[in-house]
């Protein structure tokens, strides 16, 4: 009975302990229980599983499994596709595995090893890789099947065992097609595609014709896809009639699907007003001469400037273009370092529609703050302005800039602003000329497009600055004459490049390249580089396109510089500048010309050499950084493209001018070779140059 009683006391002792040590460790599972442990059931990951990837040999492939350390050691039985035998046919195959119970694991069956692969031979592999380059390659092939053989074709054919075999790199100098094969015991890899796109040099994608008969052959060969245009250069002053423009030899259908209606290409017709005045133009093309333009200090009385709330009487036309003076009072509403903004007192107010506040007229003053020291820094200053200024014809250092209603007897807007170098010329003068002078550095700016159109605005305060520094650099100094073309286009290239500076970037919709370049794009053969006409909008379009091609092809912000620094105006001007700031000394407005037809043709991937609206371009000068920024004529205006004439369509090319012809068929997405016949222009002045594109 004591050894009974004894054993229970001991057996109830043990529970007890047993029961603590369970209530104080609470119980977990181990991933995986050694031997000895808990029996485990093994998984798929407990294993390592090799030889999933195998090339097709004619002989079983087997797949590896053995266990990870510590892992289930039981028997391990492998299926392929749910059978025994190991696989040795080309294919794909899903493999899984069972494990035999061992000490401290249960067994497992079906587990997921993967897919057994069975490849024929490796696919080859090109170095460098398919891509677009700029020159030509040296191709090196290679497979990881041992004693493959590759052959290759370039010509976008399927290799077989009879096709070029691979012995070293491969030279492809042109855009071409390589496809290979590996081949070992018969049996073929995959084929490699690897299209490789070299960029035609600049004599294989620029062809100047030469006529020494009345008609040409030209031949393009290495042909990949690429698109041909003829472009026609009139590079005269003078008009070329269309029947003696020339064209191509024979019967070719004309590209009628492409010539589209304006609705389509034209950019609309809610353009923003001009900037300028017929008349400011004329006379500042040919005003009269300068014969008092001296210093005045020691004969002018002392200057004392005008507060924010004094009025000033100024003389406007009643309506734009009118030629009916009145004279309005305007309020000094806001300065700033360098400008005086007077708004006419009709035009002040609350704000919206016509009416300025104050904090919009200061707001004007504040960015003309900015503009000033950029635009001076690059193109010089305005009369009686800079260093040692005197404050010119009113004695102000600060440019005046009068806000008022621009607009026709119906109210319509007429122009965002614009300089009238009349204002530097004494009444009575004048009064000769029928005009009324305010005397004074002054332009005008539209007062409901500072509502509507703000960055305009400020687009206008530099296009008209410059007017205003051109006509002291070039007539009251130099004693030239700017003619409209020509002053137009020097400020167009000056906002291109000075509105980014302001916050009035390329992609803004008041920029030049959102404003102008889509009414080139479809009017360019309308108005000659070197006119000016009636028709306002396309003139302005040109003149912008041809000083954003100069700034992006032939020095940026530098060239502009040197055009207005130099002592010569319009074509010469060009000229100088053009051999001044690059180092060829043969360059000219008339060389410059013949290569803007590339500019109409090639944007995005560009061949070498040739020339593009498709070029930035960066200048720091006098610590300011100038960028002309590239776009793309192909892309970047949505269904806008540059218009494309037939090439049968022959047009009066206007002096200075270009056209661009496409045949409906055969002359795009062409492959191989090609010849052209073009018949010769009666008319000398006009050259032909055919141009291989590659399309983006």
Same mark, same amino acid.
């Given at each position: 009975?004591?050894?009974?009683?004894? %054993?229970?006391?001991?057996?109830?002792?043990?529970?007890?302990?047993?029961?603590?040590?369970?209530?104080?460790?609470?119980?977990?599972?181990?991933?995986?229980?050694?031997?000895?442990?808990?029996?485990?059931?093994?998984?798929?990951?407990?294993?390592?599983?090799?030889?999933?990837?195998?090339?097709?040999?004619?002989?079983?492939?087997?797949?590896?499994?053995?266990?990870?350390?510590?892992? =289930? =050691?039981?028997?391990?039985?492998?299926?392929?596709?749910?059978?025994?035998?190991?696989?040795?046919?080309?294919?794909?195959?899903?493999?899984?595995?069972?494990?035999?119970?061992?000490?401290?694991?249960?067994?497992? @069956?079906?587990?997921?090893?993967?897919?057994?692969?069975?490849?024929?031979?490796?696919?080859?592999?090109?170095?460098?890789?398919?891509?677009?380059?700029?020159?030509?390659?040296?191709?090196?092939?290679?497979?990881?099947?041992?004693?493959?053989?590759?052959?290759?074709?370039?010509?976008?054919?399927?290799? %077989?065992?009879?096709?070029?075999?691979?012995?070293?790199?491969?030279?492809?100098?042109?855009?071409?097609?390589?496809?290979?094969?590996?081949?070992?015991?018969?049996?073929?890899?995959?084929?490699?595609?690897? /299209?490789?796109?070299?960029?035609?040099?600049?004599?294989?994608?620029?062809?100047?014709?030469?006529?020494?008969?009345?008609?040409?052959?030209?031949?393009? #060969?290495?042909?990949?896809?690429?698109?041909?245009?003829?472009?026609?250069?009139?590079?005269?002053?003078?008009?070329?009639?269309?029947?003696?423009?020339?064209?191509?030899?024979?019967?070719?259908?004309?590209?009628?699907?492409?010539?589209?209606? #304006?609705?389509?290409?034209?950019?609309?017709?809610?353009?923003?007003?001009?900037?300028?005045?017929?008349?400011?133009?004329?006379?500042?093309?040919?005003?009269?001469?300068?014969?008092?333009?001296?210093?005045?200090?020691?004969?002018?009385? /002392?200057?004392?400037?005008?507060?924010?709330?004094?009025?000033?009487?100024? $003389?406007?036309?009643?309506?734009?273009?009118?030629?009916?003076?009145?004279?309005?009072?305007?309020?000094?509403?806001?300065?700033?370092?360098?400008?005086?903004?007077?708004?006419?007192?009709?035009?002040?107010?609350?704000?919206?529609?016509?009416?300025?506040?104050?904090?919009?007229?200061?707001?004007?003053?504040?960015?003309?703050?900015?503009?000033?020291?950029?635009? @001076?820094?690059?193109?010089?200053?305005?009369?009686?302005?800079?260093?040692?200024?005197?404050?010119?014809?009113?004695?102000?250092?600060?440019?005046?800039?009068?806000?008022?209603?621009?607009?026709?007897?119906?109210?319509?807007?007429?122009?965002?602003?614009?300089?009238?170098?009349?204002?530097?010329?004494?009444?009575?003068?004048?009064?000769?000329?029928?005009?009324?002078?305010?005397?004074?550095?002054?332009?005008?700016?539209?007062?409901?497009? /500072?509502?509507?159109?703000?960055?305009?605005?400020?687009?206008?305060?530099?296009?008209?600055?410059?007017?205003?520094?051109?006509?002291?650099?070039?007539?009251?100094?130099?004693?030239?004459? =700017?003619?409209?073309?020509?002053?137009?286009?020097?400020?167009?290239?000056?906002?291109?490049?000075?509105?980014?500076?302001?916050?009035?970037?390329?992609?803004?919709?008041?920029?030049?390249?959102?404003?102008?370049?889509?009414?080139?794009?479809?009017?360019?053969?309308?108005?000659? @580089?070197?006119?000016?006409? %009636?028709?306002?909008?396309?003139?302005?379009?040109?003149?912008?396109?041809?000083?954003?091609?100069?700034?992006?092809?032939?020095?940026?912000?530098?060239?502009?510089?040197?055009?207005?620094?130099?002592?010569?105006?319009?074509?010469?001007?060009?000229?100088?500048?053009?051999?001044?700031?690059?180092?060829?000394?043969?360059?000219?407005?008339?060389?410059?010309?013949?290569?803007?037809?590339?500019?109409?043709?090639?944007?995005? @991937?560009?061949?070498?050499?040739?020339?593009?609206?498709?070029?930035?371009?960066?200048?720091?000068?006098?610590?300011?950084?100038?960028?002309?920024?590239?776009?793309?004529? $192909?892309? #970047?205006?949505?269904?806008?493209?540059?218009?494309?004439?037939?090439?049968?369509?022959?047009?009066?090319?206007?002096?200075?001018?270009?056209?661009?012809?496409?045949?409906?068929?055969?002359?795009?997405?062409?492959?191989?070779?090609?010849?052209?016949?073009?018949?010769?222009?009666?008319?000398?002045?006009?050259?032909?140059?055919?141009?291989?594109?590659?399309?983006?």
């Amino acid at each position: 009975m004591k050894r009974t009683a004894f %054993t229970l006391i001991v057996l109830a002792f043990t529970l007890a302990l047993t029961v603590c040590q369970h209530e104080s460790k609470p119980e977990s599972k181990p991933e995986s229980k050694p031997v000895g442990g808990e029996n485990a059931t093994p998984a798929a990951e407990d294993f390592i599983i090799s030889g999933l990837s195998q090339i097709y040999d004619g002989r079983p492939k087997t797949v590896s499994i053995t266990p990870k350390p510590g892992k =289930s =050691s039981g028997t391990i039985t492998i299926y392929y596709k749910g059978a025994r035998a190991a696989p040795s046919a080309v294919g794909s195959y899903a493999v899984t595995f069972d494990v035999a119970a061992a000490t401290g694991w249960n067994a497992a @069956t079906g587990l997921d090893a993967g897919t057994l692969a069975i490849r024929q031979t490796v696919l080859p592999a090109a170095y460098p890789p398919a891509g677009s380059y700029a020159t030509a390659q040296y191709v090196t092939l290679s497979t990881t099947t041992p004693g493959a053989v590759i052959h290759y074709t370039l010509n976008g054919d399927t290799p %077989t065992a009879s096709s070029a075999q691979y012995t070293g790199p491969i030279t492809i100098s042109h855009s071409s097609t390589l496809k290979a094969i590996a081949i070992k015991d018969g049996l073929n890899s995959e084929i490699l595609t690897a /299209v490789y796109n070299i960029l035609r040099t600049y004599t294989e994608s620029v062809q100047r014709v030469t006529f020494t008969e009345n008609t040409a052959t030209v031949n393009f #060969d290495y042909l990949n896809g690429n698109d041909i245009y003829l472009v026609k250069v009139n590079t005269s002053d003078s008009i070329v009639s269309a029947a003696n423009t020339g064209g191509i030899s024979g019967s070719s259908p004309n590209l009628l699907s492409n010539i589209q209606s #304006d609705e389509l290409l034209y950019a609309p017709r809610n353009e923003l007003p001009r900037m300028g005045h017929p008349a400011a133009d004329e006379f500042n093309a040919n005003p009269p001469p300068v014969t008092d333009a001296e210093p005045r200090s020691r004969s002018r009385a /002392v200057f004392i400037p005008p507060v924010v709330g004094d009025t000033r009487m100024f $003389w406007v036309e009643s309506y734009y273009h009118n030629n009916k003076w009145v004279q309005k009072q305007a309020t000094l509403r806001a300065t700033g370092q360098y400008s005086n903004i007077w708004v006419m007192d009709e035009n002040y107010d609350s704000g919206g529609g016509n009416k300025i506040t104050i904090a919009q007229a200061q707001t004007l003053a504040d960015k003309f703050d900015l503009i000033y020291p950029i635009e @001076t820094n690059l193109l010089g200053y305005e009369y009686g302005g800079g260093p040692g200024g005197d404050g010119g014809r009113d004695g102000d250092p600060k440019i005046q800039i009068l806000i008022y209603n621009i607009v026709n007897a119906s109210g319509v807007v007429q122009a965002a602003g614009f300089f009238w170098s009349k204002d530097f010329y004494p009444q009575i003068l004048n009064e000769l000329l029928g005009y009324k002078t305010n005397l004074a550095e002054i332009f005008y700016i539209d007062a409901s497009q /500072v509502n509507s159109s703000l960055d305009y605005t400020y687009s206008t305060l530099i296009h008209e600055f410059q007017h205003m520094i051109n006509f002291n650099v070039k007539t009251v100094k130099q004693i030239k004459n =700017s003619e409209t073309w020509y002053n137009e286009m020097l400020s167009m290239m000056a906002e291109d490049i000075i509105a980014p500076l302001i916050g009035v970037d390329p992609a803004n919709w008041y920029h030049p390249i959102k404003q102008k370049i889509p009414t080139f794009l479809n009017k360019y053969y309308a108005v000659g @580089t070197t006119e000016w006409g %009636t028709l306002e909008h396309e003139s302005y379009a040109k003149g912008y396109a041809f000083g954003a091609y100069l700034l992006r092809n032939y020095g940026g912000a530098e060239l502009l510089k040197e055009m207005l620094a130099n002592n010569s105006t319009n074509i010469a001007s060009i000229t100088a500048a053009l051999r001044t700031v690059n180092t060829n000394s043969g360059l000219s407005f008339e060389e410059a010309l013949r290569r803007y037809g590339e500019a109409m043709i090639f944007s995005g @991937t560009l061949p070498p050499d040739v020339q593009s609206f498709d070029k930035t371009v960066e200048k720091t000068i006098g610590g300011y950084t100038y960028t002309a920024e590239k776009f793309n004529i $192909w892309g #970047d205006f949505g269904s806008t493209t540059p218009k494309i004439f037939g090439v049968n369509e022959q047009l009066e090319m206007r002096p200075y001018s270009l056209t661009v012809h496409q045949a409906a068929s055969g002359w795009t997405g062409q492959s191989g070779t090609k010849t052209i016949t073009l018949q010769r222009p009666n008319n000398t002045n006009v050259e032909f140059y055919l141009m291989v594109r590659t399309a983006d």
